[in-house]
């Protein structure tokens, strides 16, 4: 009994000896989506970003993690630990300068009324308990795929940290990968706005559609149809504004389509 013991010991000593971790990228900017994957692990691990509990979901290979790097994080080293490898890695946040330009602002976005800050509220916080619902198993079976159109800004020219996107008013707006249609909503700010959750923590959100194509509840594919696209709510002129949060927060969406995020058992191929 004592020789079978020993052996059984000997046998998870190699087996976590053989889990291993990588994080991707090893240096970022506040705004950074990181990238957690874990090899070799019998079961789901628990690992943790300075200290935050990291959302693991199953892989081809193993077990991934994506997290946000906040907007007011310092430049210094973000420790990533996982429970059953002794030792961590780091990604080291650089700065950001956010570049300063004079905009001219309306009065009633710049001074809005108290009921007009009473939406706005309401708006942020029903965006937040949608995104919130993206936990869990993931739903997606492909990799996530940026939507079309000419770039006229990038989360990193702006504190906004979303991708916006040319497009003609009535364009078909589709989602970024398989989900669920959390939340459908006319909001001051952002006009007409849809969000779906992808598991694994991952939801995208897409602003100023001129009409809705889904409901809350609905069950979309990859490529599916959610809306198309105008200039609702506060905006110059007809475009996409593709949000995209994980688990700490909203991320730079250039970024984030540079992750290899592959489901467990897919085959991915990066368009």
Same mark, same amino acid.
């Given at each position: 009994?004592?020789?079978?013991?020993?052996?059984?010991?000997?046998?998870?000593?190699?087996?976590?000896? %053989?889990?291993?971790?990588?994080?991707? #990228?090893?240096?970022?900017?506040?705004?950074?989506?990181?990238?957690?994957?874990?090899?070799?692990?019998?079961?789901?691990?628990?690992?943790?970003?300075?200290?935050?509990?990291? @959302?693991?979901?199953?892989? $081809?290979?193993?077990? @991934?993690?994506?997290?946000?790097?906040?907007?007011?994080?310092? #430049? %210094?080293?973000?420790?990533?630990? /996982?429970?059953?490898?002794?030792?961590?890695?780091?990604?080291?946040?650089?700065?950001?300068?956010?570049? $300063?330009?004079?905009?001219?602002?309306?009065?009633?976005?710049?001074?809005?009324?108290?009921?007009?800050?009473?939406?706005?509220?309401?708006?942020?916080?029903?965006?937040?308990?949608?995104?919130?619902?993206?936990?869990?198993? #993931?739903?997606?079976?492909?990799?996530?795929?940026?939507?079309?159109?000419?770039?006229?800004?990038?989360?990193?020219?702006?504190?906004? +940290?979303?991708?916006?996107?040319?497009?003609? $008013?009535?364009?078909?707006?589709?989602?970024?990968?398989?989900?669920?249609?959390?939340? /459908?909503? #006319?909001?001051?700010?952002?006009?007409?706005?849809?969000?779906?959750?992808?598991?694994?923590? =991952?939801?995208?959100?897409? +602003?100023?559609?001129?009409?809705?194509?889904?409901?809350?509840?609905?069950?979309?594919?990859?490529?599916? $149809? =959610?809306?198309?696209?105008?200039?609702?709510?506060?905006?110059?002129?007809?475009?996409?504004?593709?949000?995209?949060?994980?688990?700490?927060?909203?991320?730079?969406?250039?970024?984030?389509?540079?992750?290899?995020?592959?489901?467990?058992?897919?085959?991915?191929?990066?368009?």
């Amino acid at each position: 009994m004592c020789a079978l013991f020993g052996v059984v010991l000997a046998a998870a000593s190699i087996a976590a000896a %053989d889990t291993t971790f990588t994080v991707t #990228p090893t240096t970022a900017r506040p705004g950074d989506p990181v990238l957690v994957t874990v090899v070799g692990s019998p079961r789901a691990p628990r690992g943790t970003a300075n200290g935050k509990a990291l @959302q693991f979901f199953p892989i $081809e290979t193993g077990y @991934q993690a994506v997290f946000a790097i906040a907007l007011d994080a310092r #430049p %210094d080293p973000v420790a990533i630990r /996982v429970d059953s490898i002794a030792e961590p890695q780091t990604v080291q946040v650089g700065e950001v300068a956010f570049p $300063e330009t004079d905009v001219v602002v309306e009065d009633e976005l710049a001074n809005p009324s108290k009921l007009e800050r009473e939406r706005i509220d309401a708006d942020n916080a029903a965006i937040v308990r949608a995104v919130a619902r993206a936990r869990g198993e #993931p739903q997606f079976v492909r990799a996530f795929r940026r939507p079309p159109g000419e770039v006229n800004s990038d989360g990193h020219r702006s504190q906004h +940290l979303g991708l916006d996107l040319f497009a003609r $008013e009535g364009t078909r707006v589709k989602a970024i990968n398989a989900g669920t249609v959390v939340l /459908v909503r #006319p909001c001051f700010l952002g006009g007409n706005v849809v969000v779906v959750a992808h598991g694994g923590g =991952i939801a995208s959100a897409y +602003l100023h559609l001129s009409k809705f194509s889904v409901a809350e509840g609905d069950h979309v594919a990859q490529g599916d $149809e =959610i809306g198309r696209a105008g200039h609702t709510g506060r905006t110059t002129g007809p475009h996409l504004h593709l949000g995209i949060h994980v688990p700490g927060g909203m991320v730079d969406p250039v970024a984030f389509f540079q992750l290899k995020i592959p489901p467990a058992g897919a085959t991915v191929t990066r368009r």
